[in-house]
């Protein structure tokens, strides 16, 4: 039976990947510092304990830091994807 089941992302994961998002495509380059906690959630509407819980999934993969007086910030922004080129 070719039932696939797509899994409904939580609200965290789907700011998480938000931001992983726009790490990726270049909107925050390394060492830039993400919105804070309040900016967040005022553009996402979530909770703080929601944000706090994406942020801290983006530490645990190592893509963000977090630094005193500072907030969070971009630590490694993955390589994209090369493109073959055909000639």
């Known amino acids: 039976m070719g039932v696939t089941s797509k899994k ?3 609200q965290y994961e789907r700011l998480a990947g938000t931001l992983r998002d726009r790490i990726a495509a270049g909107t925050y ?5 993400l919105p804070s906690e309040m900016e967040l959630m005022d553009e996402s509407g979530l909770s703080r304990s929601t944000v706090r819980h994406a942020l801290k ?9 977090t630094e005193r ?11 994209l994807p090369h493109k073959k080129q055909v000639f």
Do not use: S
């Open 69 to 79: 007086g500072r907030g969070a910030v971009v630590a490694h922004t993955p390589a």
């Open 8 to 10: 409904k992302l939580t």
């Open 57 to 65: 999934v983006l530490v645990d993969e190592g893509l963000v830091r």
């Open 29 to 33: 380059a390394r060492g830039d510092k």
